[in-house]
């Protein structure tokens, strides 16, 4: 399966052109942006052209079991593009990518939220 809407994405700077690739981890750098479009339940396939949100409000995925409250800065949790909240203590380097503008606990199961939606880097 591929990635879905609101995953965030990293670039790809082993392809040439405007190329994006899954995170390769968690806290990462480098991330391009997020999937702003619906896509069916297979995600994305390779080679797929997307369209990314950069800033504004938008839905991004709160990983699996991740409780946040409103106004936590959100960094990549893991290779499905979803997002925790930040780490203050282990996750200097690491791109914020988005601001929830919810406080929620997800289930046992990634989920959607609304964010606000910013990329910049981290330092402790």
Known sequence: AGLREGAAVMFDSTKTGQRVKAPTGAAVAGVAGVIADV?????????????????????????????VASGDALVVAG?????????????????????????????ATNEL???????????A
């Open 113 to 123: 939220i609304s964010a606000r939606i910013t990329i910049t880097r981290f330092k």
């Open 39 to 67: 896509l069916g339940s297979a995600g994305t396939a390779v080679g797929q052209d997307i369209n990314l949100q950069k800033d504004e409000i938008g839905s991004v995925i709160l990983a699996a079991g991740q409780t």
């Open 79 to 107: 290779t499905d593009g979803s997002l925790r909240a930040l780490n203050t203590g282990t996750d200097d380097g690491a791109d914020i990518v988005a601001y929830s503008e919810v406080a929620r606990t997800a289930g």
